[in-house]
C-alpha cells in the first residue's frame, strides 16, 4: 500500500547472460534512483511494507499491535537523496509521531536524533567489495571448496529464470528447507522478503542444478543508485537438505564471481544481527534498555536464531562490516523490539 504526505525434472537454461525479463522500469522512482541499501528492493516488493511517499523521498514502513498498542516501524533507510533526508523524515513523522527506525545508516541516524530520538548499534551489515575482492587466497579456502565441492557431486551453478524449472519444483525445494528451521512454521518477513517463485523487476537468479533439478538457488536483490544497478543484495537462499552444507555458499560464489567479470560494485550480503562493533568503531551503543536488549540477543538467544551463526557463515568473506542503528524515542525499546519480533514472524 501507497501513501501520500501531500501528494522438477527439466532441460537445462543456458549456462550464463540469463536476466530475469520483468521489466525494471515498473519500479518506483525513488528506488531506482535511491535504493542502495539492503533492504530497499526487499521492502518495495513486500506486499507487507507500506510506502509513505513525499516529494523528497519515499519511507518505508509497517504497523504491527503489541500488548502496548499499535507499533510503527521504519525498515532501512529511506529512498531519498542525503540532503533531502531531513525533509522526508519530517513530512513521516508528522503523520507516524513515535515511529521507530531498524537497520538504518549513520548518516539517517544522526538526522532521526534531531527529532529527539535515541540512537543504538544494531548489528553490522557485511559488504563485499566487488571491485577489490577476490576468491583466492586463505580467507576464501572455505567457499572455494564449497564450490568445488559442488562440482564434483555433479552440480552445476547457474544463472537462470524460474520458470526454467518450474514454480512447483522451487516451492517443494523451499518447503524441504524450512523443515530443517526453528521457525519451520513460517518465513521470516518485513526484514526479509518471501520469496517468490516467478520473474521479478531486475532481480537475478542463480541456481545449482543436477540432471536438470534444481538443488538450490539464491536471488539477488539489485543495489540502485541514480537509476542503474550498481550491485546485488544476497536476500533469499534456498538448499534442499539432502545436500552438502554450503551449497548456497557455492551459488552466492559464482555469482559474485560473475558480477565482478561485470565490473559491479557491490555484493550485499545482508546484516549480522546484533553482532557487536569491532572494538575500534565510532559507534553509538545506545541507552541502557535498547543495548542490554541487542547485547542479550547476541550472547543468551542463540537457540532462537542463530545470530552468531550468521556473523561466522558471512565473516568468510572478509568483507567490510558496517554498523546499522535502532532509533527510537525514550522509553520505547521494549516496545520497539518486541514490535520488530513480531511483525518480522520471530513471535
Known amino acids: 500500500m501507497t ?45 507487507c511494507v507500506d510506502s509513505f511517499e513525499t516529494p523528497y523521498g519515499t519511507v518505508l514502513y ?9 507499533r510503527t516501524l521504519v525498515a532501512g533507510d529511506p529512498l531519498a537523496a542525503p540532503g533531502a533526508l531531513p525533509h522526508a523524515i ?18 539517517v541516524a544522526e538526522v532521526v536524533r534531531r527529532f529527539g530520538y535515541r540512537v543504538t548499534h544494531l548489528g553490522l551489515e557485511m559488504r563485499v567489495p566487488l571491485r577489490t575482492w577476490s576468491a583466492r587466497g586463505r580467507d576464501q579456502q572455505n567457499l572455494r571448496t564449497a564450490l568445488n565441492r559442488a562440482r564434483r557431486e555433479g552440480l552445476e551453478v547457474i544463472e537462470a529464470r524460474c520458470d526454467d524449472f ?21 518465513e521470516l518477513a518485513f526484514f526479509a522478503r518471501p520469496a517468490v517463485y516467478a520473474d521479478e523487476p531486475a532481480v537475478r537468479k542463480f541456481f545449482a542444478v543436477r540432471s536438470g533439478v534444481p ?50 560494485e557491490q555484493l550485499n550480503l545482508g546484516m549480522l544481527p546484533f553482532c557487536p562493533p569491532p572494538a575500534e568503531a565510532d559507534s553509538p551503543r545506545g541507552p541502557l534498555v535498547s543495548r542490554l536488549i541487542v547485547e542479550t540477543n547476541w550472547k543468551l538467544l542463540n537457540h532462537l536464531f542463530n545470530h552468531r ?4 557463515h558471512k565473516r568468510r568473506w572478509r568483507g567490510e562490516e558496517v554498523p546499522v542503528y535502532y532509533a527510537g524515542k525514550p522509553f520505547a525499546a521494549v516496545k520497539d523490539f518486541l514490535g520488530a519480533a513480531r511483525i518480522s514472524g520471530l513471535l
Not at 17 to 27: I, K, S
Not at 231 to 240: E, F, W
Open 90 to 107: 519530517r513530512a513521516f513523522l508528522r503523520r507516524h509521531p513515535g515511529a521507530s527506525f531498524f537497520q538504518v545508516s549513520r548518516p
Open 215 to 264: 538443488r538450490a538457488f539464491v536471488a539477488f536483490d539489485p543495489l540502485f543508485r541514480d537509476g542503474r544497478a550498481f550491485g546485488y543484495a544476497a536476500n533469499i537462499l534456498r538448499q534442499d537438505p539432502r545436500e552438502a552444507p554450503g551449497l548456497c555458499d557455492a551459488v552466492i560464489l559464482h555469482a559474485a564471481q560473475q558480477f565482478k567479470s561485470e565490473g559491479l
Open 166 to 186: 518450474g514454480a512447483h519444483a522451487l516451492m517443494r525445494l523451499s518447503a524441504a528447507w524450512k523443515r530443517t528451521k526453528t521457525l519451520r512454521s513460517r
Open 309 to 312: 551463526g550468521i556473523a561466522f
Open 3 to 47: 501513501e501520500s504526505s501531500a501528494t522438477e525434472s527439466v532441460t537445462l537454461p543456458p549456462p550464463s547472460g540469463v536476466r530475469e525479463t520483468a521489466d525494471p522500469g515498473a519500479l518506483p522512482g525513488d528506488l531506482l534512483r535511491h535504493g542502495h541499501g539492503a533492504l530497499a528492493y526487499s521492502c518495495v516488493a513486500d506486499p
Open 62 to 70: 509497517g504497523k504491527i499491535d503489541t500488548p502496548f498498542g499499535e
